[in-house]
């Protein structure tokens, strides 16, 4: 049985009601997100022409923004998730990155989604520090067991055995360290036939990085190589750095919005997390993955403007998205006009009906 908690389209739509939160300015841009409008949003199936919800390939590895963007994506009316990989690079790799989403997808009734990893860290990968992994073992703290198993494929051969066999354009929503994708494109050359594009979360263009000592972003600086590399694949791409995901982060009153929202299983899982996670809601953290979820689902929330970038590889700005005439022409998520919209958006998509601020 599959997608027995997606929420109906009309019970999404209501007045999700926030009388919120941010005191973030919004930027001054160009164009609304791609395919988008407030009132009628156009999902990348209906952009080329083909109805019903749109194909999607979710490269990711968890943590508490990952398992939201993945968790909205398959409960999107949009959006079909049709295959989930990671990579050994992500911040849960191989084994923990497995159960937790075979528990996800078995908490959606998706248990026939196939899922791979692939174990292999690339020469010049970076690993993660230490404090970023701790806590993670309780990523699976309340999903239910799960009896499904990995695909016999790599991670990145069912990238594209799953794109070939969608039948029509897929997009690829890739929120970790872009190894699968690099190694999927270069083992598959005919992948980007099947691509409509590539929404990706990493990158700092015009805001500072977060990588302390590097102006990097994490994504990108953990496989700078692997950046370059699809970064420069010629495949459309919407890119959603730093410079986007700084104007939604989660607000102090996120738990109270979470306790009194309707207790979906996504929900209460959420608000699990986010208990055990007490950092989410200190002010170091933004909705980076939910954010680039809700570009996949078109739901016009980010204001982008079109760029030549290029990953910089080597010297002192080694893994920087910069901003180049050399570069390749890239969409980029600049801002969140109104991020009370979005926030609504994400937490009504998980709950199935309206949330309002705790």
């Not at 019970?11 to 160009?30: D, E, I, K, M």
């Not at 230490?130 to 067991?145: K, T």
């Not at 997009?171 to 360290?177: E, F, G, I, Q, S």
């Not at 600049?334 to 958006?345: A, S």
């Amino acid at each position: 049985m599959r997608r027995s908690l997606k929420p109906t389209v009309a019970g999404v739509a209501l007045g999700l009601v926030f009388a919120a939160c941010s005191s973030q300015p919004s930027p001054t841009t160009t164009a609304i997100e791609i395919g988008g409008s407030e009132s009628a949003p156009t999902t990348a199936a209906n952009s080329v022409g083909v109805r019903g919800p749109t194909p999607v390939i979710v490269d990711y590895s968890p943590t508490v923004s990952d398992v939201g963007g993945l968790m909205y994506l398959i409960a999107h009316p949009d959006v079909d998730v049709i295959a989930v990989s990671l990579p050994a690079t992500g911040e849960a790799g191989c084994e923990l990155g497995l159960e937790v989403t075979l528990g996800i997808l078995t908490m959606f009734d998706q248990e026939d989604t196939p899922v791979a990893c692939d174990p292999e860290v690339p020469a010049g990968a970076r690993e993660w520090p230490p404090e970023f992994l701790e806590g993670h073992e309780n990523l699976s703290s309340g999903l239910p067991a799960s009896t499904a198993t990995p695909s016999d494929l790599s991670a990145p051969d069912l990238i594209a055995r799953a794109a070939a066999e969608a039948g029509r354009p897929v997009v690829l929503y890739a929120v970790a360290p872009l190894t699968n994708v690099a190694k999927a494109l270069d083992l598959h050359p005919q992948l980007a036939d099947h691509l409509l594009r590539i929404v990706i979360m990493g990158g700092a263009v015009d805001s500072p990085g977060n990588v302390q000592g590097a102006n990097a972003e994490w994504n990108l600086w953990i496989d700078v190589a692997a950046a370059a590399r699809v970064i420069a694949s010629g495949i459309p791409i919407t890119l959603v750095p730093l410079d986007a995901t700084d104007d939604v982060p989660v607000p102090g009153w996120y738990q109270g919005a979470l306790d009194d929202a309707e207790r979906s299983e996504a929900i209460v899982y959420l608000d699990g997390l986010v208990e055990i996670f007490p950092a989410v809601t200190s002010g170091f953290y933004s909705f980076w993955d939910e954010l680039a979820a809700s570009v996949v689902a078109a739901q016009g929330h980010v204001s982008t403007e079109d760029m030549t970038i290029l990953v910089v590889e080597g010297g002192p700005d080694d893994g920087r998205t910069a901003r180049d005439d050399g570069g390749y022409s890239t969409r980029v998520a600049v801002g969140v006009p109104d991020p009370e919209r979005f926030y609504g958006d994400f937490l009504g998509t998980l709950a199935g009906s309206p949330v309002s601020e705790g």
